[in-house]
């Protein structure tokens, strides 16, 4: 019975998430519609004869009505099809499919940092409740939460790039041989990101430890004589689990919007910096693509803490 609680507990998340992809998906077409422009007009030119844009117009399915457009466009992303750019008249699966896989390292590298860092932060701000090191810890992520990534960034590039010359201004067109040149390349887009995402995170687990403490399971093994340590290691983390899992879930999709900022900035070639590119031309499949990618990665992050958090109750699991 508690296995069958909690697969249903499960199944709804996942089935919450596919539908709030799916209302996704129509706001993503709908706003595009809204856009306005004539993809036919945009290929062929205003030099092109109507004969000709009708033509395009039937061959691309532009003279169906809406929903038709959208059950044929969702189709063919369901199978993998994600359309034809605009612009460049090239798969936008050609595109997008590198850009995401630089987006990707770039995310995973600012997650490798941040994560560790921000748990043993936040934890140890939480051991230490109102000492002078939990209040150093909570003066600075306040200070570096009010900061924008922008800002950040810039004076990043000030410091180490103009003044320091210790690294480079831009990320682009670097290879990467060495262990040098990965961190020559990636240090200051993984450092402006890390820097809003650990403040966040650090908060954030520092209050979901700070509530497992305060709880009474923890009070009355405290009574018991049990050591600090193992207080906090065998009482108090496995269950703020599922807190501590949905900040690291919440701070990470930070880095689906703060990595617009910083690719640009660092001219970093990634996913985001993609989507800007499309926004300025009109590529609607482009658009679409990209929004669709960044929309499924915030909801993917999300339910797999709603996930764990269900799985690591054990409220949930002896029910």
Known sequence: MPDRWLLALVARRIGGALLTLFLVSLAVFSISLLMGGDAAEAILGQSATPEALAGLRAAMHLDQPAYLRYLEWARDLLGGDMGTSLITGMPVSATVLPRLASS???????????????????????????????RAISMATIAVVSVPEFLIATIAVLIFAVTLHWLPALSSGRTIETPLDLVRTFAMPVMTLACVVVAQMIRMTRAAVCDALDSSYVEAARLKGVSPA???????????????????????????????????????????????????????????????????????????ADIVAILSNPRLRHR
């Open 230 to 304: 193992r207080l906090v290691l065998r009482h108090a983390l496995p269950n703020a689990v599922g807190p501590i899992a949905n900040a690291i879930a919440l701070s990470l999709s930070v880095l689906l919007g703060g990595v617009i900022v910083i690719e640009v900035i660092f001219n970093y070639p990634g996913v985001a910096r993609l989507m800007v590119d499309a926004v300025s031309t009109r590529d609607l499949p482009m658009i679409q693509t990209v929004a669709m990618i960044f929309s499924a990665a915030y909801l993917l992050l999300v339910t797999a």
């Open 104 to 134: 990707l390292q770039l995310a995973g590298l600012t997650a490798l940092v941040s994560v560790p860092l921000a748990l043993a932060l936040g934890i140890l701000a939480a051991v230490r409740r109102g000492s002078l090191l939990d």
